[in-house]
């Protein structure tokens, strides 16, 4: 049972949303008809506030971020054709493939020397030559060279592939990488679990159900993970509200999920941009911020709801502040997957540049650790709430 949630119904204009804003009032659970009501109502104000309250109520003003480095160590990838959303990846002998030896990894990783991050992320492409030694390998350099940084890699679909190309199961490649240094894992790969949009836009891509099967066996193995929803390209209202009800039911089951991060479609170079005629239109403010908020009230058992400031723009993760969020993606430093995809936003942000984020929104700023265990606030009376954050991003 949600605890219950203080909330005035008369900030509701649609009154479709009343008998849900008396549910959140009596601490009940909200439906999959309530969620697809929530994602249909045209008062995003009132679904806002909503999700504001049931966010107050778990984390009052408080909002995190880490200071984590993404490291993207191939772009190599055997689903290069058939996931058309992707602008990332290249087959082995396509212009611009690359993949990292340890060196090349190491070399970057040594960015995080002198700074403060305090974890990698790490994602890439389904590389036949990136099987699981690469990574051991790679995991075990990266402790002994920043014992202080903790590892988050791997997604589901690339532990699938791991273990599909070295012939194990997939929980004997958690363990095995586990033991290497990994430490949690991030939740791209679930784009929208609906095998009707797969089939449209990842094909052979490792399907929902699996998804959740890997997600599972890390959360028994005590890897903890994040998750995430890919929408905005041909997904229905329907397919979204399938999504989020079977992350719901997983948390409900381990309760080891972190948090859950909505990704918002981008449509430039890549196949599905070009064949939905979508170039250069991404997805809407609206939309973004619906998604989020519907995650804080029908997410009930999850702790954080993350706002990804690269692919929304700071000036919509600013606002999504009070629509449900309290975590905003980190300082990032060199972001590549978006940026192959039309992302406009700078690759990396500086902690200045952050703290005047959360801040120029009313809230208090605190750094967290991979665990969202709270490291450091940031109490400074003086936050000017006109300053613009994208003035102070690195590029
Ligand atoms: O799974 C690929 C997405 C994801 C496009 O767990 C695209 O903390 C939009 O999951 N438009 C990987 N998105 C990134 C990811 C992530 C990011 C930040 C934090 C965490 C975390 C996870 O990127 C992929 C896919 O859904 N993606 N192409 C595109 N054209
Ligand atoms: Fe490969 Fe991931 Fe891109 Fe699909 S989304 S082509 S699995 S890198």
Same mark, same amino acid.
């Given at each position: ?15 479709? =949303?009343?008998p849900? @804003?008396?549910?959140?009032? +009596?601490?009940? *659970?909200?439906?999959a008809? $309530?969620?697809? #009501?929530?994602y249909?109502?045209?008062? =995003?104000?009132?679904? @806002?506030?909503m999700?504001? +309250?049931?966010? *107050?109520?778990?984390?009052? $003003?408080?909002? #995190? ?16 054709k ?11 002998k ?13 070399a ?12 990698f ?10 099987g699981?030694?690469y990574y051991?390998?790679m995991?075990r350099?990266?402790?002994?060279r920043?014992?202080?940084?903790h ?8 532990i ?6 070295e ?6 490649v958690?363990i ?15 784009e ?16 929902g ?6 997600h ?19 997904e ?9 009800t ?9 309760g080891?999920f ?9 449509p ?11 170039e250069?239109t991404a997805t ?19 702790e ?18 009070h ?16 940026h ?8 990396g ?17 605190a750094?967290?650790?991979?665990f ?24």
């Amino acid at each position: 049972m949600p605890a219950p949630i203080q909330f005035d119904l008369d900030r509701l204009r649609d009154t479709r =949303l009343r008998p849900i @804003g008396e549910k959140l009032r +009596a601490g009940e *659970r909200l439906t999959a008809d $309530d969620a697809l #009501t929530l994602y249909q109502s045209p008062d =995003l104000l009132g679904v @806002g506030a909503m999700a504001d +309250a049931a966010n *107050r109520a778990k984390h009052g $003003d408080v909002v #995190t971020f880490a200071a984590n480095q993404h490291i993207n160590p191939t772009n190599v990838c055997v689903l290069r054709k058939t996931c058309v959303f992707c602008g990332y990846a290249r087959l082995p002998k396509e212009e611009g493939a690359y993949r990292y030896t340890l060196e090349q990894v190491l070399a970057e990783s040594d960015r995080a020397d002198g700074t403060i991050t305090r974890e990698f992320h790490i994602v890439g492409g389904l590389d036949m030559q990136a099987g699981l030694e690469y990574y051991q390998t790679m995991f075990r350099a990266l402790k002994a060279r920043h014992p202080q940084v903790h590892i988050k890699a791997l997604t589901a679909v690339e532990i699938a592939h791991i273990a599909r190309i070295e012939k194990m199961s997939r929980e004997d490649v958690l363990i095995a990488l586990r033991e290497a240094g990994l430490d949690t894992m991030p939740g791209g790969g679930a784009e929208t679990f609906s095998a009707a949009v797969r089939d449209v836009i990842a094909d052979k891509k490792l399907g929902g159900t699996d998804y959740i099967d890997v997600h599972r066996t890390a959360h028994r193995l005590g890897i903890r993970s994040n998750c995430t929803m890919l929408y905005g390209h041909v997904e229905s209202m329907e397919d979204r509200v399938q999504h989020l009800t079977m992350l719901r039911d997983l948390q409900d089951e381990t309760g080891g999920f972190l948090a859950f991060i909505p990704l918002a479609y981008h449509p430039d170079d890549n196949e599905l941009g070009k064949t939905l005629g979508r170039e250069g239109t991404a997805t809407t403010g609206f939309d973004d911020l619906r998604n989020l908020a519907v995650g804080r009230l029908f997410l009930d058992n999850f702790e954080h709801i993350k706002s990804h400031w690269i692919m929304v723009s700071s000036a919509v993760s600013q606002i999504a502040l009070h629509f449900g969020v309290n975590d905003i993606e980190g300082t990032v430093v060199r972001e590549k997957i978006y940026h192959a995809v039309g992302a406009h936003t700078p690759q990396g942000m500086t902690l200045p540049a952050l703290l005047t984020l959360i801040r120029g929104a009313g809230k208090r700023p605190a750094e967290r650790d991979s665990f969202y265990r709270i490291l450091r606030e940031f109490d400074d009376a003086s936050a000017d709430p006109t300053a613009d954050p994208l003035a102070l991003t690195t590029h």
